[in-house]
């Protein structure tokens, strides 16, 4: 009987022979399955596809902009005012609430598609044998027992448990992170083998680079590996930011007091015998007054702000706040292929004719030279042996270099064009006769070429099965001489040590048979050795360093080979820590409490698999740490998903891990980060100062109210004055704080300890002294005015106007909130000044035009009242000065030991 059913979910398909996996998949490799057998499993199974989420409707994220705390208030205020028949003030209040809904809305109208970019990556179509016949078949219709060939270019359409395999490599960094081709065999392996080391597996969407081969159908759609990455999408939550979460905190605190203050305030009023009517009407001027109301949309228009600078600085940003949670961030767990490193790999030196010469130049750009640059001998032989023994291409493509085919083959075309040697001539010079593939038994390849008139083969491969075979080796001037096994291997291990693949080269003369030539009689030459390596990205060594001198942890997360990454580790600057490189195998066996410890202790990871990033990830947030993600890979996707901020590259980077990201980086350069986080920084501060500047203000305008309640008087502002004040005041003067340009030294601060609240006690001390600076101003003017004979209504007008002057004199304060603004640069930020003036005209507007005075209930006012109003002002901004000479609070956070 067929057991395809478990097919489906089983994941030890490496630890089967292949007539085991035949049997389990009750299919005949040379026939595949019927046509019949086929059609019952793709009912049972369903198609091989991912299934894509449900959509978010336009309607629910506009509602989503609604439940806001402090909105919810208004929304309230707003319909109880119109019940009343108060319906200038209840329009002013709904509109308000419309105007933030509708920025948030459209700021944050991109939907999540990761699952459906991850779809996408799956193959189109495959060649599949069924009924013994070879049929070319979308990959949406394969089903477990399926017979699949693979061929050089293909992308894989299912996970495939090989059962043939001549020179067959994949290109699997998208899942594992490993930087070189997978060499693939059919061998059974042990149960217990990590995923990067299935050589007999080859997984859905990944790329076949050379050879064929044939595989069994071992899991489609959901079952696959890459169907397991799109469950772990799935599951991850969509966690909240720091910002968001203090200023879900921040909004319930103020909610609170604001309520509690409008029912003291609602009862002392009948207490004293005041109509109900004339309290409600109060409660609901102190509570227009006291909330923010530009709050939502200036936290929106900030993060906007950010968005744009940092776009400039090649950081796309998808999900709004995460442009504040970068700033906020205390640990950065990066992926090393394509992140930290180009993802081309280079021959960084080369070992021939006794000499040791190193290679300059990085990636695939043929620039750079070869030891002293002259290259003649054993040198030449070794370049020419590399280039033609090869089935790479190099070419340019949109101003960049790119390969088509192995990376390591790549890298030797590349160390030939360095060395002045072109491929393509070479070829044409010395044409290929003959080539034996590589095999990963033999783990050699072997070309035969015409070289003037005689039969020569070249090979490269594992210097275990090259060096035994050899009889002699050429000197620097290219004659033979005897063979020096112990240098060889000295030089080898010596390279291996450094983190880099060695290759071993050689050449033989050949007859008509190449196979034969190489287990024949004739001992071949040994020509030398070549050390290559994915390098370090030039700038991200300058960027780790700057990452830490911010009290940024950075750790290294990566598939790749332990010995390898701890290479590119020193070298960037990354202290593994006292063990050296955890593996995915030991993390695996570690308990939650032992990986937290392990999460801490060490930094940098290696063969790790997608779970355990993700575990990694959470570990390190269940510690209280603010964790940014950063990988270019399928298999980077849900840690990039459940970071606080994922970082995705926009060159290299999959599909499926830019979807999953809250933000982009357009050069795929960890240095960008280094920019990014800066600009988070000051997105975060820009933030601090337009809540330190709003908060006096609506504390002040509720302590009038107050004042007035608990003195028996009448109100000196009313609630569509407040609205008017609040509102223009928040747009024209406060959000120029969001043009604010970044401080000086904001990198040299450390992160901000993720359970500070947005506000310190210094802040908040000043946002109450301000506040009652407010209530003396306004409230002491409005008195002498109605003491000097004038209307209500011109008092009132008064009152306003003090709060917009002490607002727009307090607001040059708030342009650094630890030193004066003429230290910051006095027209550094030219939109204050427009913003200043523009609301200056308004209140002429204001005070002076008769529309406005019907609507708002004001009148015109004499040069002496604006006289004791801009006094009002100076007076504020002069004792604020004075607060901030006396008791500066520049952040006195210990600088922490990056995690």
Known sequence: MSEAPDAAVARDWHALSADEAATRLDTHPAHGLSEDAAAERLARHGENRLPLPPGKSALLRFAAQLVQPL??????????TTALGEYVDAGVILGVVLINALIGFVQEGKAEA?????AQAMAAEAVVVRGGRKQRLGAHALVPGDVVLLAAGDRVPADLRLIEARGLQAMEASLTGESTAAQKEAAALPAGTPLADRSNMAYAGTMVVSGQGVGLVAATGVATETGRISRLIAEAPDLSTPLTRKMAAFSNWLLLAIGGLALLTFGVGLLRGEAAFDMFMAAVALSVGAIPEGLPAAVTITLAIGVSRMARRRAIIRKLPAVEALGSTTVICSDKTGTLTENQMTVREVWTGGDRHEVSGSGYAPEGRIGDGAVAGALRELLVAGALCNDAGLFRKDGRWEIAGDPTEGALLVLARKGGLD????????????????????????????VEGARIAYVKGAIERL????????????RPVALDVAAIE????AMAGRGQRVLALARVACGESLSEALSGAA?????????????????????????????????MITGD?????????????????????????????MDDAALARAAVACNVFARVEPEQKLRLVRALQQRGEIVAMTGDGVNDAPALKSADIGVAMGLAGTDVAREAAAMVLTDDNFASIEAAVEEGRGVYDNLVKFITWTLPTNFGEGLVIVAAILAGATLPITPLQILWINMTTAVLLGLMLAFEPVERGIMQRPPRPPAAPILDRPLLARIALVGVLLLVGAYGLFLVALHRGASLAEARTVAVNVFVVVQAFYLFNCRSLTRSFVAVGVFSNPWLWLGTGIMAGLQLLFTYLPAMNRLFGTA????????????????AALVVGLEKRLRPFAPRLKRRAPV
């Open 71 to 80: 909105v919810l208030v208004l929304i309230v205020a707003g319909a109880v």
């Open 114 to 118: 990761a699952l459906a970019a991850l």
């Open 423 to 450: 491929e393509a001539t070479l070829q044409a010079v010395f044409p290929r006769l003959d080539v034996l593939p590589f095999d990963s038994a033999q783990q050699y390849m072997a070309t035969a070429h015409a």
């Open 467 to 478: 060096l035994p075979r050899c009889g002699d080796m050429l000197n620097a001037d290219g």
């Open 490 to 493: 000295r030089h080898a291990q």
């Open 523 to 555: 001992a071949p030459t040994f020509l030398g050795l070549v050390g290559m390596i994915d390098p370090p990205r030039p700038r991200a060594v300058g960027a780790v360093r700057a990452c830490h001198a911010a009290g940024i942890g950075v750790k």
């Open 561 to 589: 080979h332990a010995l390898t990454a701890l290479a590119i580790a020193r070298q960037l600057g990354i202290d593994p820590g006292e063990g050296g490189a955890l593996t995915g195998g030991e993390l695996a066996a």
């Open 860 to 875: 015109p006012i004499g040069l002496a009242e604006w006289a004791a109003i801009l006094v009002c002002g100076w007076l």
